[in-house]
T-cell receptor
Framework: RKEVEQDPGPFNVPEGATVAFNCTYSNSASQSFFWYRQDCRKEPKLLMSVYSSGNEDGRFTAQLNRASQYISLLIRDSKLSDSATYLC???????????FGAGTRLFVKA | DAGVTQSPTHLIKTRGQQVTLRCSPKSGHDTVSWYQQALGQGPQFIFQYYEEEERQRGNFPDRFSGHQFPNYSSELNVNALLLGDSALYLCASAHRGRRYEQYFGPGTRLTVT
């Protein structure tokens, strides 16, 4: 089983839609979860950390389900500017290594 | 407030050559990590430096080495380049108190011919 798995998409949604991505991880001891976004040919940028209790930042909501070993990202009221690749990231248990998923591509269309 | 900077932006090398990539962390950051990103993939962790020491290495051969300087800047060296080393090399910095909230530089795109 891969360390981390993401649906590569692409997800094609209209403006204003709600879209959700999941990311599963294989090591139950993994810690420190994040979502990054990466625009085409640009560097990844931290979108938000993911806390056990779930957290929200404006239109974005992140959740962690340790029992099922996945994190999720929900985007409400999608904007054209949300078009990007969304990368899930977590820290390997007991170390400093961070592991990135391959990313989920989102296209928001007018 | 300067962000993470990397140099050079692009580089073309021949198989067997050696390359050095450079990274200056964001102001106030003391931890630097290096990643390799192939097209269509997520960044792959190469190693992390803190207090001038390599803290952990990913699944990369010894041809990949690094260094962190007292001013927290860092270098990534790759020896005996292979065609498969062609990729975007990203540097990310963080503050030791929030080590996993990383800020990335724009990357160095390395092409090996």
């Amino acid at each position: 089983r891969k360390e981390v798995e993401q649906d590569p998409g692409p997800f094609n949604v209209p403006e204003g839609a709600t879209v959700a991505f999941n990311c599963t991880y294989s090591n139950s001891a993994s810690q420190s979860f994040f979502w990054y976004r990466q625009d085409c040919r640009k560097e990844p940028k931290l979108l938000m950390s993911v806390y056990s209790s779930g957290n929200e930042d404006g239109r974005f909501t992140a959740q962690l389900n340790r029992a099922s070993q996945y994190i999720s990202l929900l985007i409400r009221d999608s904007k054209l500017s949300d078009s990007a690749t969304y990368l899930c990231v977590f820290r390997e248990a007991g170390g400093f290594k961070t592991i990135f998923g391959a990313g989920t591509r989102l296209f928001v269309k007018a | 407030d300067a962000g993470v900077t990397q140099s050079p932006t692009h580089l073309i090398k021949t198989r067997g050559q050696q390359v050095t990539l450079r990274c200056s962390p964001k102001s106030g950051h003391d931890t630097v990590s290096w990643y390799q990103q192939a097209l269509g993939q997520g960044p792959q962790f190469i190693f992390q430096y803190y207090e001038e020491e390599e803290r952990q290495r990913g699944n990369f051969p010894d041809r990949f080495s690094g260094h962190q300087f007292p001013n927290y800047s860092s270098e990534l060296n790759v020896n005996a380049l292979l065609l498969g080393d062609s990729a975007l090399y990203l540097c990310a910095s963080a503050h030791r108190g929030r080590r996993y909230e990383q800020y990335f530089g724009p990357g160095t795109r390395l092409t090996v011919t």
